[in-house]
């Protein structure tokens, strides 16, 4: 799977978007881009995931480059609830070991 | 609620002990995958199961063994255990494809 890179920590004030950022240059072209978070000590949580178009669901966007080296993953509108670690995970879906490689993540902080 | 349960919710134990950890899986959901979440290791996969089968082993000590059970349930036991196995142990599962896993809120195992 291939490595990513994302800021230690980020902060945001409550009601704007949060812009997560993500680099993964040595992805691979069925590599997809997963992001998942973990609030306080629970168990981490799905948000999104996609491949090389923008993702959009109930609870956050996906924007993908062009070159898919680089990702954000954007909360249009952040609450205090979405102080939490941010992970980015690359990896290939469905097929082998679908394990994932957590690394240390994006501590965001949603200020009031 | 991610449909993914785990008990027991806490566990204090002493050194050379042994335990099991039990998970549930979301209905229907073939996979599970237990996580090890230490301060120092950050989030780690151990192993994962596929309707009974071992599917793939991550940095699982050899002190530590899975099972699932043809109910789709599975257990982890931990033996001898050390000081330094104190941790967060998540399972979570996955349907097939393994597009996203779904996690439970964890095991805190305190060795003393």
């Known amino acids: 799977d291939a490595k990513t890179t994302q800021p230690t920590s980020m902060d945001c004030a409550e009601g704007r978007a949060a812009n997560l950022p993500c680099n993964h240059s040595?992805?691979?072209?069925?590599?997809?881009v997963y992001w998942y978070r973990q609030i306080h000590s629970q168990g981490p949580q799905y948000i999104i995931h996609?491949?090389?178009n923008n993702e959009t669901n109930e609870m956050a966007s996906l924007i993908i480059t062009e070159d898919r080296k680089s990702s954000t993953l954007i909360l249009p509108h952040a609450t205090l609830r979405d102080t939490a670690v941010y992970y980015c995970?690359?990896?290939?879906?469905?097929?082998?070991?679908?394990?994932?490689?957590f690394g240390k993540g994006t501590k965001l902080t949603v200020n009031p | 609620d991610s449909g993914v349960t785990q008990t027991p919710k806490h566990l204090i134990t002493a050194t050379g002990q042994r335990v099991t950890l039990r998970c549930s899986p979301r209905?229907?959901?073939?996979?599970v995958y237990w996580y090890q979440q230490s301060l120092d290791q950050g989030l780690q996969f151990l192993i994962q199961?596929?309707?009974?089968?071992?599917?793939a082993k991550g940095n699982i000590l050899e002190r530590f063994s899975a099972q699932q059970f043809p109910d789709l349930h599975s257990e982890l036991n931990l033996s001898s255990l050390e000081l330094g196995d104190s941790a967060l142990y998540f399972c979570?599962?996955?349907?097939?494809?393994?597009?996203?896993?779904?996690f439970g809120p964890g095991t805190r195992l305190t060795v003393t």
């Open positions: 979570a599962s996955s349907g097939q494809p393994a597009y996203e896993q779904y």
């Open positions: 040595t992805i691979s072209g069925n590599e997809y």
């Open positions: 996609g491949l090389k």
């Open positions: 995970i690359v990896r290939v879906a469905g097929g082998g070991s679908e394990k994932l490689v």
């Open positions: 209905s229907g959901d073939l996979s």
């Open positions: 199961y596929y309707n009974g089968e071992e599917r």
